[in-house]
């Protein structure tokens, strides 16, 4: 069974910063691309950031574009999300997900999903 686990979440005062970590397991990382979610409690999930298998082609929803960057290790089996000047309308849930044949902002494209690690941003 596929697993993504999320690391890396926590309390951090706003303009301070974050790394989140996603490691995968029993799935071929290499040959999948790998995007990064967040969900507010009562609204939809939305896209943050998504990385080609090779790490080649990155994209970010504009909120966040200048402040965070996605990476990936395919020998570790991980992709991260370096989060810096963060605010409080970073604060969600963040979930890590994989899609084996196309890369896109939607969710319905990614097969498999992450349960997700806290991200509280304090004013």
């Known amino acids: 069974q596929v697993q993504l686990a999320e690391s890396g979440g926590g309390l951090v005062q706003a303009g301070g910063s974050l790394r989140l970590s996603c490691t995968a397991s029993?799935?071929?990382?290499?040959?999948?691309?790998m995007g990064w979610f967040r969900q507010v409690s009562g609204k939809e999930r939305q896209f943050v950031a998504s990385?080609?298998?090779?790490?080649?082609?990155?994209e970010y929803t504009e909120p966040v574009k200048g402040r965070f960057t996605i990476s990936r290790d395919n020998a570790k089996n991980t992709v991260f999300l370096q989060m810096n000047s963060l605010k409080p309308e970073d604060t969600a849930v963040y979930y890590c997900?994989?899609?084996?044949?196309?890369?896109?902002?939607?969710?319905?494209?990614?097969?498999?999903w992450g349960q997700g690690t806290q991200v509280t941003v304090s004013s």
């Open positions: 029993r799935l071929t990382f290499n040959y999948y691309n």
């Open positions: 997900a994989a899609s084996r044949y196309a890369v896109s902002t939607y969710s319905t494209t990614y097969a498999y």
């Open positions: 990385i080609t298998s090779s790490g080649s082609s990155t």
